[in-house]
C-alpha cells in the first residue's frame, strides 16, 4: 500500500483514487470501507463508485462539483477511516460439482501441476475466496487466495461459448461465469446457482467482499440443485461472521 494516496485524473468527469500497486486484502479493505463511506454519505455531484483491485474511479458531475473540491472531500474521507469497522463478513456457499462434461479441463490442471484430479479439488474447495471486485461479465467475480499448488495457463485457444455457473482457473486466479460467454480459462467445475439474474433484486448475488466457498458436489446433487434453482426454490447458503478456511 502507498503511504501516500494518489489521486489521478480520468478525463473530465472521473478522478481515480489509486491505493497500491499490488493486489492485497489490506488494500482491498480500505477500497471497500472507502466506497462504502462514499456511498452512504451521497454527497451532490457522485454519480458513480467503480472499484478495482487496487483504486478507486469516482465519476462526477464537474457542474456540481469541482476537481480539487471533489479531491478535497475525498481526502476527508479518507482521513476518517480510521477506526471505521468493516461491515460483517459474509461467506457464500456455492455447491459446485468438478470434472466431466462440468470441468472438462481439471485433469489438465492436475497433470500440470504433478497432482491427482482429487487433490485439485480438495486444494481448490479447501481455501475461502476473497471477491476483489466485479467485471468483465455482469456478477463475474475477481477471486484471490487460491493455492499456487493448482495455478494453470490460460487455453491457448479460447472457447467460443462457456455455460453460465463455471469455475474456472487463469494462472494465479480463480473465478466463476455468472452467464454464458466467451472465456479462456481452464474450467474444473460448475455450480448450478444463478450469480446474476436480471428478474432478481439485487440482480447480482455476490458482492466485493464477499467470500466465495465451494462446496463439492456430485451430478445427482447439481441436478437436484438446479431443478430447485429453476423453479426459484432454491436459497443459497451465507455464513455471516464466520470464520475463513486459509491455504498453504
Do not use: C
Request: net charge negative; no cysteine; charged share 25%.
Amino acid at each position: 500500500m502507498y503511504d501516500k494516496t494518489k489521486f489521478i485524473p480520468a478525463g473530465d468527469r472521473g478522478i481515480v483514487m489509486e491505493f497500491g500497486n499490488s493486489i492485497s486484502p489490506e488494500i482491498n479493505t480500505k477500497i471497500r470501507n472507502m466506497v462504502m463511506v462514499i456511498d452512504k454519505l451521497k454527497f451532490p455531484g457522485i454519480e458513480e463508485i467503480i472499484p478495482t483491485y487496487r483504486s478507486i474511479m469516482i465519476i462526477y458531475d464537474p457542474l456540481t462539483i469541482g476537481y480539487s473540491r471533489i479531491i478535497e472531500k475525498l481526502k476527508e474521507i479518507e482521513m476518517g477511516l480510521v477506526g471505521t469497522s468493516e461491515s460483517e463478513t459474509r461467506i457464500v456457499e456455492l455447491p459446485t460439482v468438478y470434472g466431466g462434461e462440468y470441468g472438462p479441463d481439471i485433469e489438465f490442471v492436475a497433470e500440470h501441476n504433478g497432482l491427482t484430479v482429487d487433490e485439485v479439488i480438495e486444494i481448490h474447495s479447501s481455501t475461502d475466496y476473497l471477491l476483489y471486485m466485479l467485471g468483465f461479465t455482469p456478477g463475474f467475480g475477481y477471486l484471490g487466495g487460491m493455492s499456487e499448488k493448482i495455478e494453470t495457463p490460460r487455453l491457448q485457444v479460447p472457447r467460443t461459448k462457456i455455460p453460465a455457473g463455471s469455475t474456472g482457473i487463469a494462472g494465479k486466479q480463480t473465478g466463476i461465469y455468472p452467464i454464458d460467454s466467451p472465456g479462456g480459462w481452464q474450467l474444473i467445475g460448475r455450480t448450478p446457482v444463478r450469480l446474476f439474474n436480471p428478474m432478481a433484486e439485487p440482480p447480482v448475488l455476490l458482492n466485493a467482499g464477499d467470500y466465495i466457498r465451494f462446496i463439492p458436489i456430485d451430478e445427482d446433487e447439481y441436478l437436484e440443485i438446479l431443478d430447485l434453482v429453476n423453479r426459484g426454490k432454491y436459497k443459497v447458503n451465507i455464513v455471516k461472521g464466520g470464520s475463513i478456511h486459509g491455504n498453504d
